[in-house]
């Protein structure tokens, strides 16, 4: 999302006025979240015999559809976000088009993000243990090393940067996984957004944001590991 601002944090599914929606191949049963330029759907496939039976459809706002910009990063998004498979990132199930609108389907995590957690954590008073602090942000540096070190189909490799490490990015479910997900700003190096003179666009939520990337300097994997310490800090 151009502004760097992604939907926000997931809650409680709210089913459609009307009912189901048919959205491609699937039903879209309950609006989960919406953001800048996307909204996000928990859905089923229209086929009975498809799996998984639940998951996410994430889907560009009416007004973003005709934008080249929002489509063209959000088919970023669908490709870099595909290339990585790791048990500790939220796996894309496939992509298309409903007419001219582009969709993504993605695995739907049942639970809750981390900055709901924390949220909820710091209203009550209390704060994480130490050891589950220490677990997620282990999990996360484990999605990380195979977003890092994600391949093309030819075997290069794709630089990708995530540069969105935040609470509300991480997912944690009621069987105790840690997934890191959204990959709407991700970048790979090979297809870095520069402003006009070479200056890597600053985007992500300002407080994760590693100093060289708020100085405008050059950057790489290294962005998100600053990110994934201040998680940890929080």
């Known amino acids: 999302m151009s502004s760097g601002e992604n939907p926000p944090p ?10 189901p929606v048919k959205f491609g191949p699937y039903w879209l049963d309950a609006r989960l979240a919406v953001g800048g330029t996307a909204e996000v759907y928990v859905a089923r496939p229209q086929d009975p015999n498809a799996q998984p039976r639940k998951l996410i459809v ?5 007004h973003f559809v005709a934008d080249p910009d929002g489509r063209t990063m959000f088919e970023r998004e669908a490709a870099l976000h595909a290339a990585v498979h790791h048990a500790n990132v939220v796996q894309v199930y496939g992509s298309g088009m409903e007419g001219d609108e582009p969709w993504l389907a993605m695995e739907l995590v049942e639970g809750c993000d981390l900055y709901r957690l924390l949220r909820r954590m710091t209203g009550n008073n209390r704060k994480l243990a130490t050891g589950i602090s220490i677990h997620v942000a282990r999990e996360v540096l484990r999605a990380l090393d195979s977003v890092h070190t994600a391949r093309d189909a030819a075997g290069q490799p794709m630089g990708i940067v995530h540069r969105d490490v935040t609470p509300s990015n991480i997912y944690l479910s009621t069987d105790g996984l840690v997934k890191l997900g959204d990959f709407g700003i991700a970048r790979s190096t ?9 200056t890597a ?10 100093p060289e990337q708020v100085a405008g300097e050059p950057f790489d994997h290294r962005a998100d590991l600053f990110a994934a310490a201040v998680v940890l800090s929080e």
């Open 190 to 198: 090979s297809r870095a957004t520069m402003r006009s003179g070479g």
């Open 201 to 210: 666009m600053l985007k992500g939520k300002f407080a994760y944001l590693a």
């Open 10 to 19: 997931r809650g409680i599914p709210r089913p459609l006025s009307g009912g």
């Open 58 to 62: 994430k889907r560009l706002l009416p």
